[in-house]
C-alpha cells in the first residue's frame, strides 16, 4: 500500500513540475481576463436560462459559453435525429422543427463567422421570431408566445 502511495505523489509532483515548467498553470489574473473577455456570451447565456424555454439553435463555434447552461435543448452543428444531421434542415426552417430561441453572434473581423447569423439573419424565416435580447455581441430571437 505504502509504496503505491508514494507511487502517487511521485506522478503528481512530476506533473506539477512539468506544468509549472511550461508555464501551463492557470493564475488567478489569468482567469478573471478570461471571464471578462467572455462576458458577452456569459451575459447571452444567462438571459438564455432566465428567460427563455424551449429549443435553442446556436452555432457553437466561438459561442460555447453562451450554450453552456442550456446545452440540453440545444440545437447545433452534429444534433442528430435518426442517426441524421438535422443541422442544415434546421438552418433552413427552424420553426418547423420545434426550435424556439434563436441566437446569433453579430459577424466580427476577430471571430468566424456564426453559422446561424449567415443562414438567418434577413431570411423570411426569421419573421415569425422576435428580437428579445441584443448587446454588442448577440442577437436572440424567440418565437411569441400564443
Same mark, same amino acid.
Given at each position: 500500500?505504502?509504496?503505491?502511495?508514494? *507511487?502517487?505523489? !511521485?506522478? &503528481?509532483?512530476?506533473?506539477?513540475?512539468?506544468?509549472?515548467?511550461?508555464?501551463? %498553470? #492557470?493564475?488567478? /489574473?489569468?482567469?478573471?481576463?478570461?471571464?471578462?473577455?467572455?462576458?458577452?456570451?456569459?451575459?447571452?447565456?444567462?438571459?438564455?436560462?432566465?428567460? *427563455?424555454?424551449? !429549443?435553442? &439553435?446556436?452555432?457553437?463555434?466561438?459561442?460555447?459559453?453562451?450554450?453552456?447552461? %442550456? #446545452?440540453?435543448? /440545444?440545437?447545433?452543428?452534429?444534433?442528430?435525429?435518426?442517426?441524421?444531421?438535422?443541422?442544415?434542415?434546421?438552418?433552413?426552417?427552424?420553426?418547423?422543427?420545434?426550435?424556439?430561441?434563436?441566437?446569433?453572434?453579430?459577424?466580427?473581423?476577430?471571430?468566424?463567422?456564426?453559422? #446561424?447569423?449567415?443562414?438567418?439573419?434577413?431570411?423570411?424565416?426569421?419573421?415569425?421570431?422576435?428580437?428579445?435580447?441584443?448587446?454588442?455581441?448577440?442577437?436572440?430571437?424567440?418565437?411569441?408566445?400564443?
Amino acid at each position: 500500500m505504502i509504496p503505491a502511495a508514494l *507511487t502517487v505523489i !511521485l506522478a &503528481l509532483a512530476t506533473l506539477s513540475g512539468v506544468s509549472f515548467e511550461r508555464h501551463q %498553470v #492557470v493564475l488567478a /489574473t489569468e482567469a478573471a481576463q478570461d471571464l471578462h473577455a467572455q462576458r458577452g456570451q456569459i451575459d447571452a447565456g444567462n438571459f438564455l436560462v432566465r428567460h *427563455t424555454t424551449g !429549443l435553442i &439553435l446556436l452555432d457553437i463555434v466561438e459561442n460555447e459559453r453562451v450554450g453552456f447552461d %442550456v #446545452v440540453s435543448r /440545444t440545437v447545433y452543428d452534429g444534433t442528430k435525429e435518426s442517426g441524421r444531421n438535422q443541422w442544415a434542415a434546421v438552418l433552413r426552417n427552424p420553426a418547423v422543427f420545434g426550435i424556439r430561441v434563436i441566437v446569433m453572434r453579430r459577424p466580427s473581423a476577430s471571430e468566424p463567422a456564426d453559422a #446561424v447569423y449567415l443562414a438567418l439573419h434577413d431570411a423570411t424565416s426569421l419573421r415569425r421570431y422576435r428580437l428579445v435580447y441584443h448587446d454588442p455581441s448577440y442577437l436572440i430571437y424567440s418565437l411569441p408566445t400564443t
